[in-house]
């Protein structure tokens, strides 16, 4: 048989999970997390570009980088009407 003192651990350690999960989901669509790939992104692409002597590497690097940034910003909007179109 389950005593309540297990039955309160167990809670808690759902609870922890919770609040690990939300954290998780919370970076996730952080503004920080996208701002910070896509530097990370626009930089490491750039100077790849440049050692390969290619020619307007920097345009390269910005569109690939606006193309990054505009995928993420869609996704949520996307899941939105997929979770919509899905449940009716």
Request: glycine share 2%.
């Amino acid at each position: 048989m389950v005593t309540l003192v297990e039955l309160e651990v167990e809670v808690e350690k759902i609870k922890e999970r919770n609040r690990r999960v939300e954290a998780d989901k919370d970076w996730e669509t952080s503004k920080t997390r996208i701002v910070f790939i896509s530097s990370l992104t626009f930089v490491l692409l750039y100077l790849f570009l440049r050692l390969s002597d290619q020619p307007l590497a920097l345009l390269k690097a910005l569109v690939a980088t606006v193309l990054y940034w505009v995928s993420t910003e869609s996704y949520g909007m996307l899941k939105k009407w997929w979770l919509k179109r899905r449940h009716h």
